[in-house]
């Protein structure tokens, strides 16, 4: 499976820039340290964690999925394996709870954040595999799957692809007030433009909305769904919204669309393509007030920013990125501590190290405050703290932020990092 298929949407090429963040004088975060967790090792634990946040239990266990590696070959899975489950207990040690492609038609490639319930079983999406063979491009039309706390792995539902259902699951899922867990596909339904599914406790899929390309609605999803009290959703389209020249015509540039649990569709947002930029990557962060925090590429700088929408729909961008040691190319959603500041990742920018891909920069994680001011709290260097972080950061209870990276790490097949603060 290609590890970089977000490349697709990037720009041609970034140039550098030597643009610093904000004076470090008084710095809040001056004192942070950065230590890598662990290091891949592809086919023994696991290679590539993919867009998938690690997710945290009452005992301090992380869980979190590689989208190849371990081992296990089936389908059009990498040479080293489908990918993995694992966990990383407070100690810092890992265990692989779980290696796809054991089965045929087993699920391939988990990309989202996992969802744990109250028995601690996980529940995952998976962007190839499943009983469809070698349709959606030769590695399946992709799965929703669980994994007990025995460790024994079920295949819920099975994506067909075409108009029939979604195919590539891309994003998590997210429980809603009915009980049925919903998310997204990033294709699949009309002409390959995604849908927006809900899965019940017996394994049964409902399409709650087919995505319209070329009109007003948003298509081609990458990210899932944030739910409010009300059991109302909010998530972003990568591409779609009108036809529009800065962004490719047809194409589009993406939208901030609302949706019932009963499918009823409300767009809040078009992207232009100009200061507020384009084709947003991660998912969407909701505060207690309703105000809508994510992140896009392009903006002024053509290096992303970092946006709020709030509930009356008035849309501020509350950062641009201009490349260099600034950071380049957010494709993450944000977190948020009690204090109002925003934290992220960059696939690109900071360090330009000679494993990075393309000369691009290696990644960085940034601190945005209420106030404003931006800080870089690491640029990675593609070496032992890995480069490309694709994924959101998660606090552990000491509001620690852990992360991790697509790629690089000791054996170059991504790493988990930690930030004290």
């Not at 867990?181 to 019940?200: C, K, L, M």
Request: one cysteine or more.
């Amino acid at each position: 499976m290609n590890r970089c298929l977000h490349a697709l949407f990037l720009s041609a090429a970034l140039a550098a820039s030597s643009n610093p963040a904000v004076s470090q004088t008084d710095n809040p975060f001056a004192n942070v340290t950065f230590t890598t967790v662990h290091s891949f090792q592809g086919a023994l634990d696991g290679g590539n964690p993919g867009y998938g946040a690690l997710i945290l239990d009452p005992a301090g266990n992380f869980y979190g999925t590689t989208i190849d590696g371990g081992g296990q070959v089936t389908g059009g899975c990498e040479s080293d394996g489908c990918g993995t489950v694992f966990k990383l207990d407070p100690q810092g040690n890992l265990t692989t709870l779980h290696r796809f492609g054991s089965v045929t038609y087993d699920a391939a490639g988990p990309y989202g954040t996992l969802l744990r319930d109250s028995a601690g079983n996980l529940y995952g999406t998976s962007w190839g595999g499943g009983t469809s063979g070698n349709a959606c491009y030769g590695y399946g039309c992709g799965t929703v799957w669980m994994l007990s706390v025995a460790g024994k792995e079920h295949v819920v539902y099975n994506f067909a692809g075409g108009t029939r259902d979604g195919s590539v699951a891309t994003a998590g899922l997210t429980l809603g007030t009915d009980g049925r867990v919903y998310s997204t596909t990033h294709n699949g339904g009309i002409v390959e433009a995604g849908v927006v599914f809900a899965i019940d406790k017996s394994g049964a899929e409902s399409i709650i909305h087919f995505f319209q390309p070329f009109s007003d609605d948003g298509d081609n999803t990458w990210s899932g769904l944030v739910r409010d009290p009300s059991g109302n959703f909010y998530g972003m389209t990568l591409a779609g919204g009108g036809t529009n020249p800065n962004c490719g015509g047809e194409f589009g540039c993406g939208v901030i669309y609302e949706i019932t649990e009963t499918g009823t569709e409300t767009i809040l947002y078009h992207f232009t393509g100009l200061a507020d930029g384009l084709w947003p990557y991660g998912g969407l962060l909701r505060d207690e007030k309703g105000n809508l925090y994510g992140t896009s590429q392009g903006g002024t700088g053509q290096y992303g920013t970092v946006f709020k929408l709030d509930p009356s729909g008035k849309f501020t961008v509350l950062h641009t990125f201009t490349g260099g040691t600034n950071g380049a190319d957010p494709l993450t959603a944000l977190v948020r501590d009690a204090a109002g500041n925003l934290y992220g990742t960059t696939a690109h920018g900071g360090e330009f190290g000679a494993k990075c891909a393309g000369g691009f920069g290696c990644g960085t994680v940034f601190a945005l405050t209420p106030s404003g001011n931006f800080y870089v709290l690491h640029n990675f260097t593609g070496e032992g703290d890995g480069w490309d972080p694709v994924a959101p950061l998660t606090f552990d209870s000491s509001g620690n932020l852990y992360g991790t990276t697509s790629n690089g790490g000791a054996y170059d097949d991504g790493a988990i990092f930690k930030i004290s603060r």
